[in-house]
T-cell receptor
C-alpha cells in the first residue's frame, strides 16, 4: 500500500459507544494530523504530532483522544460523542524536515455519524 | 489572525475551457506558503500546487498554475483545458505556522467546480 490509509471508511455510533479511528501512512513522513470536516465549514485542525510528540491541540473536547504510537500510525479514540460531532475526519501526514514547502498528504477520511 | 477567503461557492464550466478559482488571504507574516487541494466525492484531499511567499515565479504543475499577486494577497488557481474529472471541491490553504517541523494549515471554505460535457 502507498499513501495515507484510514479505517474504517464509514462509522455509525451511538452517543454512549467507544470507537477508534485508525490512520496509517506509508510515505516515511514524521508529522501526522487529524482534521475535522463538517458540512459548510472549513477544515478544522484538531491535533498535530511531530516525531510522535503532540505539538498542537486545538481546543478539542476531551471526548476526542489522539494517540500516536509511532511515526506511521495515528489513532483517534472516540467516546460519549454528540450528534454535532458527525463529520468527515481526515488524517494527513507530512515530512517535517522540509517544513516550509512540504504539502500535507491526506487519507480518504472516515465518515462518522453519531446517532 | 490569518484567514483564507474563497468567494465562489460553486462554478460551472464547459469541458476544455480554462477556469480560474479565486483565493484571497490575509496575513501579517512576511513568510508564508499557499496550497491548493482538490477533493473529489471520494473524500480524499489531493495536493495540487504550492506557492511560497518569496517565490519569484508563479507556480505551475501540468495543467495547474497559480496566479500569485502578492500585493493584492491573492493566489488564484488556474486550470487549463478542463476535463470532466476536474469536477470536485477545491480548497485554498495557507500555512499558518510551522510547529516543530509540522505544518499548521488554515483552509478556505472551498469552491465546488462542475465541468459540463
Amino acid at each position: 500500500e502507498t499513501g495515507v490509509t484510514q479505517t474504517p471508511r464509514h462509522l455509525v455510533m451511538g452517543m454512549t459507544n467507544k470507537k477508534s479511528l485508525k490512520c496509517e501512512q506509508h510515505l516515511g513522513h514524521n508529522a501526522m494530523y487529524w482534521y475535522k470536516q463538517s458540512a459548510k465549514k472549513p477544515l478544522e485542525l484538531m491535533f498535530v504530532y511531530s516525531l510522535e510528540e503532540r505539538v498542537e491541540n486545538n481546543s478539542v473536547p476531551s471526548r476526542f483522544s489522539p494517540e500516536c504510537p509511532n511515526s506511521s500510525h495515528l489513532f483517534l479514540h472516540l467516546h460519549t460523542l454528540q450528534p454535532e460531532d458527525s463529520a468527515l475526519y481526515l488524517c494527513a501526514s507530512s515530512q517535517s524536515r522540509q517544513a516550509y514547502n512540504s504539502p500535507l498528504h491526506f487519507g480518504n477520511g472516515t465518515r462518522l455519524t453519531v446517532t | 489572525a490569518q484567514k483564507i477567503t474563497q468567494t465562489q461557492p460553486g462554478m460551472f464550466v464547459q469541458e476544455k475551457e480554462a477556469v480560474t478559482l479565486d483565493c484571497t488571504y490575509d496575513t501579517s507574516d512576511p513568510s508564508y506558503g499557499l496550497f491548493w487541494y482538490k477533493q473529489p466525492s471520494s473524500g480524499e484531499m489531493i495536493f495540487l500546487i504550492y506557492q511560497g511567499s518569496y517565490d519569484q515565479q508563479n507556480a505551475t504543475e501540468g495543467r495547474y498554475s497559480l496566479n500569485f499577486q502578492k500585493a493584492r494577497k491573492s493566489a488564484n488557481l488556474v486550470i487549463s483545458a478542463s476535463q470532466l474529472g476536474d469536477s470536485a471541491m477545491y480548497f485554498c490553504a495557507m500555512r499558518e505556522a510551522a510547529i516543530q517541523g509540522a505544518q499548521k494549515l488554515v483552509f478556505g471554505q472551498g469552491t465546488r467546480l462542475t465541468i459540463n460535457p
